[in-house]
């Protein structure tokens, strides 16, 4: 299977982008969907996934990859509750396997998924695109929880659902036990609960790496770097324990290298999903992001679209966050108009590479590795 270009959609009624729209974009075959009005631990039914695929056919795309099913509290905190959670989390897979999902991603992050404290930073191109700073959330996990929540302007934002926030004290209470290594243990229980029912539907679970890659209000954060990563694929050793790599996320701390990264864990396999795009350090644990161009940003994405060729990537890959330009008012970070950018790019290095290989190397374009 060749690369496979996705675009994120929130779902009928819950996005102001229309498939009509993402269908005009050249080269995306493939919807990043979820059921948005699940909350983490709930049964994701046969006949609510079966009015997604009926909205997405008519368009032809495809719904292998779902972002996300999250993943319950009581799993991270390793509750006995858990084993309950665990069920419901694999009677979804059963589920979703009748539709041909082939992709699950999800994260390991405790409370919260992603944090900025910006969702609207100006630039100086007179777009605006998402900012964090560190110093700006040091201690009040609530000020960012309400300020996140005012500005998603009533739109759904998974791992910001209002009703766990409105537990955010009680929910910090019960990660306080939660060390680093018993949120790798808990991992642990969970993949291989889930390991033979991934055989069985077919279906990868590729983790979502953490948004930004340190530790934040005291909560352990263990997808950051490198030595993680290879923890995790080692965790339980299977074809369907595979990772997220979102480019942005790990690129927040200069120390990832992300085409080596690719190089590595992609030439092993273990990436199934690639999220790809640019952000810019602006000092110590402050970065913005910034348009999918390499010139734009602090990482070289030509560096990163090559090593996902020279590794014979076959999995999905999806432009991540944009800014937001020309006017468009949406949900932070998930507008069209850049998204479209970005895919349009990827896809115009990809097929700059692919031609200089085959160029180089013959028809069938393989690199040498
Ligand atoms: C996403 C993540 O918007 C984003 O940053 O890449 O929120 C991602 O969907 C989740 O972490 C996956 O569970
Ligand atoms: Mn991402």
């Known amino acids: 299977m060749p690369m496979q270009m996705g675009f994120r959609w929130y779902g009928e009624g819950n996005d102001s982008i229309k498939l009509s729209d993402i269908k005009q974009?050249?080269?995306?075959?493939?919807?990043v969907w979820a059921l948005h009005h699940k909350q983490p631990g709930e049964v994701w039914e046969k006949e609510e996934i079966a009015q997604?695929?009926?909205?997405?056919?008519?368009?032809?795309?495809?719904?292998?990859?779902?972002?996300?099913?999250?993943?319950?509290?009581?799993?991270?905190?390793?509750?006995?509750?858990?084993?309950?959670?665990?069920?419901?989390?694999?009677?979804?897979?059963?589920?979703?396997?009748?539709f041909g999902v082939k992709v699950i991603c999800y994260n390991f992050m405790p409370v919260f998924d992603w944090t900025r404290t910006d969702l609207f930073h100006p630039l100086p191109d007179g777009s605006t695109a998402?900012?964090?700073?560190?110093?700006?959330?040091?201690?009040?996990?609530?000020?960012?929880?309400?300020?996140?929540?005012?500005?998603?302007?009533?739109?759904?934002?998974?791992?910001?659902?209002?009703?766990?926030?409105?537990?955010?004290?009680?929910?910090?209470?019960?990660?306080?036990?939660?060390?680093?290594?018993?949120?790798?243990?808990?991992?642990?229980?969970?993949?291989?609960?889930?390991?033979?029912?991934?055989?069985?539907?077919?279906?990868?679970?590729?983790?979502?790496?953490?948004?930004p890659p340190w530790d934040i209000f005291g909560l352990p954060r263990i997808y950051t770097c490198r030595e993680n990563m290879r923890r995790i694929v080692e965790l339980v050793d299977s074809p369907y324990n595979g990772l997220t790599l979102c480019s942005g996320s790990l690129g927040s701390s200069p120390c990832n290298d992300i085409p080596a990264l690719v190089r590595e864990f992609g030439g092993?396999?273990?990436?199934?999903?690639?999220?790809?795009?640019?952000?810019?350090?602006?000092?110590?644990?402050?970065?913005?992001?910034?348009?999918?161009?390499?010139?734009?940003?602090?990482?070289?994405?030509?560096?990163?679209?090559?090593?996902?060729?020279?590794?014979?990537?076959?999995?999905?890959?999806?432009?991540?966050?944009?800014?937001?330009?020309?006017?468009?008012?949406?949900?932070?970070?998930?507008g069209l108009y850049d998204r479209a950018l970005g895919a349009s790019y990827?896809?115009?290095?990809?097929?700059?590479?692919?031609?200089?290989n085959i160029q180089r190397n013959g028809q069938n374009g393989a690199a040498a590795v």
């Not at 319950?72 to 309950?84: M, S």
Request: glycine share 8%; aromatic share 12%; hydrophobic share 35%.
């Open 25 to 31: 974009i050249p080269g995306v075959t493939s919807i």
């Open 52 to 98: 997604v695929q009926k909205q997405l056919e008519p368009y032809g795309f495809n719904m292998d990859v779902v972002e996300s099913v999250n993943v319950h509290d009581d799993i991270k905190v390793g509750l006995p509750t858990r084993d309950q959670y665990i069920e419901n989390y694999i009677q979804t897979m059963r589920n979703l396997k009748e």
């Open 130 to 211: 998402l900012f964090y700073e560190k110093d700006l959330i040091q201690d009040d996990p609530r000020a960012m929880a309400d300020y996140i929540l005012k500005n998603l302007n009533g739109m759904t934002f998974p791992g910001w659902e209002p009703e766990r926030m409105a537990r955010l004290d009680e929910l910090f209470e019960m990660y306080r036990p939660v060390t680093k290594e018993k949120l790798w243990e808990n991992l642990k229980y969970f993949l291989e609960k889930l390991m033979p029912v991934c055989h069985e539907c077919d279906i990868k679970m590729a983790i979502h790496m953490d948004d």
């Open 268 to 334: 092993e396999g273990h990436i199934h999903f690639a999220h790809v795009r640019n952000i810019k350090f602006t000092g110590p644990g402050r970065f913005e992001e910034a348009a999918h161009l390499s010139g734009d940003g602090s990482l070289d994405l030509y560096e990163i679209m090559k090593a996902y060729y020279d590794v014979g990537f076959e999995g999905y890959i999806r432009p991540d966050h944009g800014r937001m330009i020309w006017d468009e008012k949406g949900r932070a970070g998930y």
């Open 346 to 356: 990827l896809n115009g290095l990809w097929e700059a590479i692919q031609k200089n």
